[in-house]
T-cell receptor, first 112, second 113 residues
Framework: SQTIHQWPATLVQPVGSPLSLECTVEGTSNPNLYWYRQAAGRGLQLLFYSVGIGQISSEVPQNLSASRPQDRQFILSSKKLLLSDSGFYLC???????????FGPGTRLTVL | AQKVTQAQTEISVVEKEDVTLDCVYETRDTTYYLFWYKQPPSGELVFLIRRNSFDEQNEISGRYSWNFQKSTSSFNFTITASQVVDSAVYFCALSYRGYALNFGKGTSLLVTP
């Protein structure tokens, strides 16, 4: 069966520091991968998605970036965090267009 | 424009009551999918159901049931005989552009003993 992992689970970072969040999927190959952010107020916003290695689509302009160095690895990064980057970051995967997305456990980021 | 509206921000019920969570959507796509997810306090989104735009059959899974009506652009979720473990935030979502999900703002359900 497929599983999706995210780490770290929680992170507290000062403003201006770099960020690297990692997501990996097991038990499948060539998945579509997604990064969402859930800020206070509960709405989920799609940040990036990837349909293959090195292929990244950005949904929202911001100081975040994403990379997919391996088939089942998706990384969310920032060179300098802002207070507004605080939130709950969720990684998700699916097998293809219009297929169900399955979510990881999330990373709770607090920027102070 | 793609939009999902969950008008109920918070609902509180007593255990064993039935509760319906509303979801209204807007889309210009002729083929689309609708989803419901549950987010317990732990934070992880748990998939509940996926429904395509050509299938308006209602679905029942244990105490959960879903009513999809294209005529009113609604995809409502009913929990029968609610339990404390049903307490969570529930999200309705709509596919768009094939890859993304557009989520509603969620409904927080509290079931008290």
């Amino acid at each position: 069966s497929q599983t999706i992992h995210q780490w770290p689970a929680t992170l507290v970072q000062p403003v201006g520091s770099p960020l690297s969040l990692e997501c990996t999927v097991e038990g499948t190959s060539n998945p579509n991968l997604y990064w969402y952010r859930q800020a206070a107020g509960r709405g989920l916003q799609l940040l990036f998605y990837s349909v293959g290695i090195g292929q990244i689509s950005s949904e929202v302009p911001q100081n975040l970036s994403a990379s997919r160095p391996q088939d089942r690895q998706f990384i969310l990064s920032s060179k300098k965090l802002l207070l507004s980057d605080s939130g709950f970051y969720l990684c998700a995967w699916n097998r293809g267009r219009l297929e169900t997305q399955y979510f990881g456990p999330g990373t709770r980021l607090t920027v102070l | 424009a793609q939009k999902v509206t969950q008008a109920q921000t918070e609902i509180s019920v007593v255990e064993k009551e039935d509760v319906t969570l509303d979801c209204v959507y807007e889309t210009r796509d002729t083929t689309y999918y609708l989803f419901w997810y549950k987010q317990p306090p732990s934070g992880e989104l748990v998939f509940l159901i996926r429904r395509n735009s050509f299938d308006e059959q209602n679905e029942i899974s244990g105490r959960y049931s879903w009513n999809f009506q294209k005529s009113t652009s609604s995809f409502n979720f009913t929990i029968t005989a609610s339990q404390v473990v049903d307490s969570a935030v529930y999200f309705c979502a709509l596919s768009y552009r094939g890859y993304a999900l557009n989520f509603g703002k969620g409904t927080s359900l509290l079931v008290t003993p």
